[in-house]
């Protein structure tokens, strides 16, 4: 827990990375926890969720209406803002831009959060990796896109990665396993990843995946330094006590938020 800080107010409950709070002049981020009744939704809006927008939005003083959330659909499509253009697509599972008062903001339940900043350029990426997403690369497209559209040096970009379900809960079988296999096929060979175990179900044999270690050799194959890759260890089947998790919750389940927004220049 020593990379992160657990924040209250009255309405809200939230965790923060240490590393992103020394740029707070310039960044507001967070992501949510379930207390307080502090819950949303992947594929409408219920009051809930309306209600706790309005918690999160109140927590750190910012209009709803700067609120932009993609159409999460599990894709490796990133929407972008900057001076130049928006680039909006219909579904989208992360936002870049290097605009103040866009308050990017991404659910998850289960999968993974991926909050990118780079301080030099003020560029952020707001990213939303379950394990599709994971085999998708969009953690890593995300960072190709801030080297090569907004001039940032990999060196310089900090990766925070969120609570997410870890090793020890996700249990796959063959089919899952082997889609990791065909794209990971050197990552898997040189490290511990996929680790099979004595469980079956129904459909055979189970093994457990590090999503969250793949994840991060991607970023470390982009060039990012160890200091500025930062891990909330979390897991949030361990912690649903503290998050919402889908395999806890089951079929009504709601899900955590991330947020990060660039501060206007005063
Ligand atoms: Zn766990």
């Known amino acids: 827990m020593s990379d992160i800080i657990l924040n209250k107010t009255k309405e809200i409950e939230y965790l923060q990375f240490k590393k992103l709070l020394e740029f707070q002049n310039d960044l507001i981020h967070a992501y949510t926890l379930k207390n307080n009744n502090v819950g949303f939704k992947r594929y409408e ?7 706790s927008y309005d918690k999160l939005c109140n ?73 599709k997403g994971t085999v998708k690369k969009i953690g890593a497209k995300a960072v190709n896109k801030m080297i090569n559209k907004y001039d940032c040096r990999p060196e310089n970009i900090i990766c925070c ?49 590090d999503t969250v270690l793949i994840n991060k050799i991607l970023m470390k194959e982009l060039g990012l330094i160890d200091e500025n890759i930062i891990d909330s260890n979390l897991c949030t089947v361990c912690n649903s006590n503290m998050f919402h998790s889908r395999r806890v919750e089951g079929k009504n389940y709601q899900a955590n938020a991330s947020l990060m927004m660039l501060k206007s220049i005063n």
Do not use: M
């Not at 490290?191 to 175990?197: F, G, L, P, Q």
């Open 59 to 131: 927590a750190f003083n910012i209009n709803k209406e700067l609120l932009k959330y993609p159409n999460q659909q599990h894709t490796d499509n990133i929407c972008e803002y900057n001076k130049e253009k928006a680039v909006n697509f219909k579904e989208a599972d992360g936002i870049i831009t290097n605009l103040p008062n866009i308050a990017t903001t991404l659910t998850f339940s289960d999968c993974l959060a991926i909050l990118l900043y780079e301080p030099k350029n003020k560029v952020i990426a707001n990213i939303h990796s379950g394990w």
């Open 45 to 51: 809006k219920d009051n809930t969720a309306d209600i």
């Open 161 to 209: 990665f969120g609570p997410s379900i870890r090793k020890d809960h996700f249990l796959v079988n063959d089919d899952v396993k082997e889609i990791f296999e065909n794209e990971f096929q050197d990552i898997i060979k040189k490290n511990d990843v996929i680790e099979e175990t004595e469980y079956r179900n129904e459909k055979g044999k189970q093994y457990r995946i």
